[in-house]
Antibody, heavy 126, light 107 residues
Framework: QLHLQESGPGLVKPSETLSLSCSVSGGSISSSGYSYYWDWIRQPPGKGPEWIGSIFHSGSIYYNPSLKSRVTISVDTAKNHFSLKLSSVTAADTAIYYC????????????????WGQGILVTVSS | DIQMTQSPSSLSASVGGRVTITCRASQTISNYLNWYQHKPGRAPNLLIYAASSLHSGVPSRFSGSGSGTHFTLTITSLQPEDFATYFCQQSYTVPHTFGQGTKLEIK
């Protein structure tokens, strides 16, 4: 069974860069067959989730335009993990950050997040 | 961005009861709509994908319907483990957007 686990600092100072990693076990991040993307999502306190971005193992990447200027997502297939960097953080970036696997339908463009990590709370504060 | 509006934001129901949660999209998204269940401190779980397809291992008391801009998640015969937060997500276009969530509490 696939397991995803986020890791990284729980406290980041304003204006610094938030860096998180998602370790994938129980499956390869570069699995053939199904087309899987690897996503980052966050949920600020008291708000709904926000999609941050997505990466394919070959390096194809999609970002949320609202965060694009500050976000970098990368993948390391050798270590079977993918990473998130968010620069110039402010208090508004305080959230629980989740990594997830996105599965694409074999029949159309439908896609869904079929496996998630339990999330990591990142607080931006001096 | 496509806005996803969920209602209600919270509701209470009894074990054995039935609830329906609604999700509306600000523009048509065909059937590109997913539902998730989330309990605090745990990984969210996929319930329904493509508006009405039940994810593997999810009990049949969960069902989804809808197309275009109006979607519903129905839970019948509520079990104690069903009391959680539910949110919808459109996967029609980037950025994928989520509803604000519906918190289901025990009456």
């Amino acid at each position: 069974q696939l397991h995803l686990q986020e890791s990284g600092p729980g406290l980041v100072k304003p204006s610094e860069t938030l860096s998180l990693s998602c370790s994938v076990s129980g499956g390869s991040i570069s699995s053939s067959g199904y087309s899987y993307y690897w996503d980052w999502i966050r949920q600020p306190p008291g708000k709904g989730p926000e999609w941050i971005g997505s990466i394919f193992h070959s390096g194809s990447i999609y970002y949320n335009p609202s965060l694009k200027s500050r976000v970098t997502i990368s993948v390391d297939t050798a270590k079977n993990h993918f990473s998130l960097k968010l620069s110039s953080v402010t208090a508004a970036d305080t959230a629980i950050y989740y990594c997830a696997r996105r599965q694409n339908s074999a029949h159309d463009r439908n896609n869904w997040l079929d496996s998630w990590g339990q999330g990591i709370l990142v607080t931006v504060s001096s | 961005d496509i806005q996803m509006t969920q209602s209600p934001s919270s509701l209470s129901a009894s074990v054995g009861g039935r609830v329906t949660i609604t999700c509306r999209a600000s523009q048509t998204i065909s059937n590109y709509l997913n539902w998730y269940q989330h309990k605090p401190g745990r990984a969210p779980n996929l319930l329904i994908y493509a508006a009405s397809s039940l994810h593997s291992g999810v009990p049949s008391r969960f069902s989804g319907s809808g197309s275009g801009t109006h979607f519903t998640l129905t839970i019948t015969s509520l079990q104690p483990e069903d009391f959680a937060t539910y949110f919808c997500q459109q996967s029609y276009t980037v950025p994928h957007t989520f509803g604000q969530g519906t918190k289901l509490e025990i009456k």
